[in-house]
């Protein structure tokens, strides 16, 4: 009987045990931080054309977007997000006239910092938790 007891006991801790080990493993597994890539990671857009206001004559904006993040799982994140964020380009811009467009690309690094605003803001509208680093201007045309 007194062996039993001992067994039972043996057994009850190495449940325990093995139990608690799978916790402590699923709990790791939910806090565990997103990997950081040390170099950027790139997202190139598709190519954004839109006309703006000019009279008397129809002008257009073409612009080759790429966004930068250090973080693997945000460029996944980007392929589902990118209509939203052509959306917001096309708010951003449908308001401009040819003349604000060309004076604003003269000052390119204060564009990007603007559309990194405005990509991030929208992200966080729609529940995406991943945010973008940068965005870089790689082409721009104005006609």
């Known amino acids: 009987m007194n062996k039993m007891v001992v067994l039972l006991g043996v057994l009850l801790v190495g449940a325990l045990g093995t139990a608690g080990f799978y916790w402590f493993q699923a709990e790791q597994a939910k806090t565990e931080v997103q990997q950081i890539s040390v170099k950027p990671l790139f997202f190139p857009m598709e190519k954004f054309v839109m006309s703006v206001n000019s009279d008397p ?3 257009y904006l073409v612009l080759e977007l790429t ?3 250090h973080k693997p799982d945000t460029v ?3 392929k589902e997000a990118t209509p939203l964020l052509r959306n917001a380009m096309v708010e951003h811009f449908a308001k401009s006239s040819h003349l604000e ?3 604003a690309m003269q000052q390119i690094e204060e564009v990007q910092k603007l559309l990194l605003n405005r ?3 929208t992200l966080a ?3 995406f938790e991943d ?3 940068n965005v870089l201007i790689t082409n721009i045309f104005i006609q």
């Open 125 to 127: 509208d729609n529940k």
């Open 67 to 69: 966004l930068v993040t």
């Open 76 to 78: 996944a994140a980007l």
């Open 131 to 133: 945010q973008l680093d």
């Open 119 to 121: 990509f991030n803001q």
């Open 101 to 103: 467009v060309k004076l």
């Open 57 to 59: 004559n129809s002008r």
